[in-house]
């Protein structure tokens, strides 16, 4: 759990951050952690509050509906009515690819461009879209492609078919185990593949192949100019460099000129996204 104080630029005042628990009947660190921050009058006192949540989000009704990633008491008890009235801020909820989708908008590695498709590729995978400044979404957050079916013979089997579930760390860690790895985390099945160990390979390739797909049904879905790809496995070099390669060797599957880039961000993607949450969202 991370919470920051940003200025209207994007710039992170300052930070703190704290584990997310496992296990917790009330969501109290949660809500601690951003009081403390929203506390700290060195920079001014804080107008409004913009919380992330790694699930699908209701933004008509301001809650978070579904994630798969929290304690799973943490849904019902997290809504903008309830947070406004316990930190006395206004409070927006918005999903977390959502969020970190503004920031690299706004202030990152998609400034220049007129529509970015964001992914995270990192525990789970998410996804946003911003077109001319402006979040696509509707009553619910849109654009979850991490849940998106790339495997239909699977899924018609009932077997891991997803995207988050094939591309992702905890698929890759699922894989690893599934394959008798000793240490099935997915840095360790990164060094695996590094080394030239077979299993290690073939799951850490697997990965990378099942996020191409992604990447392209994302692009195909909803037409970037610029794909922005985060997260804690997406960004590193022996991920991201043959999955960009892999979708742009794919000619008709993408526009001619699309950009697959880093993130600039990296990790304060989402709180920088905090700064021009109000503008992303603003009913036109």
């Given at each position: 759990?991370?919470?920051?104080?940003?200025?209207?630029?994007?710039?992170?005042?300052?930070?703190?951050?704290?584990?997310?628990?496992?296990?917790?009947?009330?969501?109290?660190?949660?809500?601690?952690?951003?009081?403390?921050?929203?506390?700290?009058?060195?920079?001014?006192?804080?107008?409004?509050?913009?919380?992330?949540?790694?699930?699908?989000?209701?933004?008509?009704?301001?809650r978070?509906?579904?994630?798969?990633h929290?304690?799973?008491?943490?849904?019902?008890?997290?809504?903008?009515?309830?947070?406004?009235?316990h930190?006395?801020?206004?409070?927006?909820?918005?999903?977390?690819?959502?969020?970190?989708?503004?920031?690299?908008?706004?202030?990152?590695?998609?400034?220049?461009?007129?529509?970015?498709?964001?992914?995270?590729?990192?525990?789970?995978?998410?996804?946003?879209?911003?077109?001319?400044?402006r979040?696509?979404?509707?009553?619910?957050?849109?654009?979850e492609?991490?849940?998106?079916?790339?495997?239909?013979?699977?899924?018609?089997?009932?077997?891991?078919?997803?995207?988050e579930?094939?591309?992702?760390?905890?698929?890759?860690?699922?894989?690893?185990?599934?394959?008798?790895?000793?240490?099935?985390?997915?840095?360790?099945?990164?060094?695996?593949?590094?080394?030239?160990e077979?299993?290690?390979?073939?799951?850490?390739?697997?990965?990378?192949?099942?996020?191409?797909?992604?990447?392209?049904?994302?692009?195909?879905?909803?037409?970037?100019?610029?794909v922005?790809?985060?997260?804690?496995?997406g960004?590193?070099?022996?991920?991201?460099?043959?999955?960009r390669?892999?979708?742009?060797?794919?000619?008709?599957?993408?526009?001619?000129d699309?950009?697959?880039?880093?993130?600039?961000?990296?990790?304060?993607?989402?709180?920088?996204?905090?700064?021009?949450?109000?503008?992303?969202?603003?009913?036109?």
């Amino acid at each position: 759990m991370r919470a920051a104080l940003v200025d209207s630029e994007g710039r992170v005042l300052l930070r703190r951050s704290a584990p997310t628990p496992a296990e917790a009947d009330v969501p109290a660190s949660f809500t601690d952690l951003i009081a403390v921050v929203a506390a700290e009058r060195s920079y001014g006192a804080a107008t409004h509050a913009v919380v992330g949540l790694p699930g699908v989000v209701d933004y008509e009704a301001g809650r978070l509906l579904w994630a798969p990633h929290l304690p799973e008491q943490w849904p019902d008890q997290l809504s903008t009515d309830g947070l406004t009235a316990h930190l006395g801020l206004p409070v927006s909820i918005a999903n977390d690819a959502d969020l970190a989708a503004v920031g690299e908008a706004w202030f990152g590695a998609g400034a220049t461009s007129s529509a970015i498709a964001y992914l995270t590729i990192s525990t789970g995978i998410g996804a946003g879209v911003v077109h001319g400044g402006r979040l696509m979404r509707g009553t619910r957050s849109l654009a979850e492609v991490g849940h998106s079916v790339i495997d239909w013979s699977a899924w018609r089997d009932g077997a891991p078919c997803t995207l988050e579930e094939l591309g992702s760390g905890s698929g890759v860690a699922r894989a690893a185990r599934e394959a008798g790895l000793e240490s099935p985390g997915a840095p360790e099945v990164q060094a695996g593949a590094a080394a030239g160990e077979p299993r290690a390979l073939a799951i850490w390739e697997q990965a990378i192949t099942a996020c191409a797909a992604g990447v392209s049904n994302l692009v195909m879905s909803f037409y970037p100019s610029t794909v922005v790809i985060g997260g804690g496995l997406g960004r590193q070099d022996e991920f991201f460099d043959p999955l960009r390669q892999m979708v742009l060797d794919r000619p008709g599957h993408h526009p001619d000129d699309l950009r697959i880039v880093r993130s600039t961000l990296g990790d304060d993607a989402g709180l920088s996204g905090a700064a021009a949450w109000a503008r992303a969202t603003k009913p036109v």
